[in-house]
């Protein structure tokens, strides 16, 4: 990724900013401590009137105007001036600048030596170890909530994506009729697994290719992968076992919400009316994944624990416990084992619905269709 946003920022001339300094005294501090914040800001002094600078960010010759000036209590003040104030980056940067150039000369004023300052606001040593024997460290925990992170956002764009394209698929062959021509060859049960086992195994192939390019392309560059995003989130030492469990909760969590979305889909016999009925189920996976990222930062939450043993958040939660704690074989047993039950309740229960769901036309949108399904089946 760094790679691709060099090439498409190659060639482009940095950003200036015309700088009207009425103190006389804040440029040359402001510009050095520019080069700390933010070396591709270039600074220009400006000599000229407000007006003339105004005009020359107008033309487009400067990408804003900054006023510098002292208030009342002979400290810097800044009035910044841009064509759009809607990147929010370079006026933040501007003012983390002054605000460092403001601190010094509010320490001089109150007499605060400059290594009695650093020692003010040098941060806190602050050191964590955990007591359990087999507890993650720190870096093992951050590697661990990298590859959790990535592997939710996966987890939950392919469920939503793929269970759609089968909601999708069944309302699409019911409003061309090419049902009627199917179901007088192939049963309505036999009809709905192919298309989540189909769907499935595109899905995992594109996802098997899509990771395997990732994974090799992090690999490659893993040595200017330094600060941001990858301080926090390191990816090397990543565990099998982690890897071996996303993809498990992955195919069942897979698996769980197809079978939903194939008998939804099922009861609608217009394009137009999916959405509106996968909505719930929809709904489901955004709360799972809405929990999940909020358990990246306390995987050991009671609510995080108890949910990840609720079926339709189990992919994800118990996912995100397994990645970033140690906990007992049993639980992952336990959860896996509800999932797996309840796929099969589903599949047995969504069979009926869908087999007498195919058969239903006219405006169907409703849940008290799935009733009238089960009564069609019942009536062959």
């Known amino acids: 990724m760094s790679n691709i946003i060099d090439f498409f920022n190659k060639g482009e001339e940095a950003d200036k900013i015309v700088v009207i300094d009425e103190t006389g005294q804040l440029f040359e501090p402001l510009n050095e401590q520019m080069k700390m914040v933010n070396e591709e800001l270039v600074l220009v002094k400006y000599d000229g009137n407000e007006e003339s600078a105004r005009k020359a960010v107008e033309e487009g010759k400067y990408k804003g105007l900054l006023e510098l000036s002292l208030n009342n209590e002979e400290l810097p003040a800044a009035s910044y001036k841009a064509m759009s104030i809607a990147d929010s980056a370079i006026p933040g940067d501007l003012q983390a600048a002054?605000?460092?150039?403001?601190?010094?000369?509010?320490?001089?004023?109150?007499?605060i030596a400059p290594d009695q300052l650093e020692k003010l606001y040098a941060p806190v040593e602050f050191a964590k170890s955990a007591?359990?024997?087999?507890?993650?460290?720190?870096?093992?925990?951050?590697?661990?909530?990298?590859?959790?992170?990535?592997?939710?956002?996966?987890?939950?764009?392919?469920?939503?994506?793929?269970?759609?394209?089968?909601?999708?698929?069944?309302?699409?062959?019911?409003?061309?009729?090419?049902?009627?021509?199917?179901?007088?060859?192939?049963?309505?049960?036999?009809?709905?697994?192919?298309?989540?086992?189909?769907?499935?195994?595109?899905?995992?192939?594109?996802?098997?290719?899509?990771?395997?390019?990732?994974?090799?392309?992090?690999?490659?560059?893993?040595?200017?992968?330094?600060?941001?995003?990858?301080?926090?989130?390191?990816?090397?030492?990543?565990?099998?076992?982690?890897?071996?469990?996303?993809?498990?909760?992955?195919?069942?969590?897979?698996?769980?919400?197809?079978t939903m979305a194939a008998f939804l889909g099922s009861l609608v016999s217009r394009i137009e009316d999916v959405q509106q009925m996968i909505t719930p189920m929809t709904l489901l996976v955004v709360a799972g994944f809405m929990m999940a990222m909020f358990g990246l930062g306390q995987p050991e939450a009671p609510f995080v624990k108890y949910t990840s043993f609720i079926p339709f958040f189990s992919p994800m939660l118990m996912f995100l416990r397994v990645g970033m704690l140690n906990i007992p074989f049993w639980e992952i047993a336990l959860s896996i084992g509800i999932l797996v039950a309840t796929i099969a309740f589903l599949a047995v229960f969504g069979a009926r619905v869908y087999r007498g769901g195919v058969l239903m036309y006219g405006k169907s949108n409703s849940f008290k269709d799935i009733k009238k399904a089960l009564q069609l089946t019942k009536n062959e």
């Open 98 to 111: 002054l605000q460092q150039i403001k601190t010094a000369m509010a320490s001089t004023q109150i007499n």
């Open 131 to 258: 007591l359990e024997e087999d507890a993650k460290t720190e870096e093992e925990l951050n590697q661990a909530r990298g590859l959790v992170y990535v592997l939710l956002f996966i987890i939950y764009f392919a469920v939503i994506m793929y269970a759609n394209m089968i909601a999708m698929e069944v309302a699409t062959e019911k409003s061309s009729r090419v049902m009627e021509i199917m179901i007088s060859s192939v049963s309505p049960i036999k009809q709905m697994f192919a298309k989540i086992l189909g769907i499935g195994l595109l899905s995992l192939t594109q996802l098997a290719v899509l990771l395997l390019v990732g994974y090799f392309s992090i690999m490659q560059n893993l040595d200017n992968m330094e600060g941001g995003f990858f301080e926090f989130f390191g990816f090397g030492n990543i565990a099998g076992s982690t890897i071996a469990y996303a993809v498990i909760f992955f195919i069942l969590g897979y698996f769980l919400y197809a």
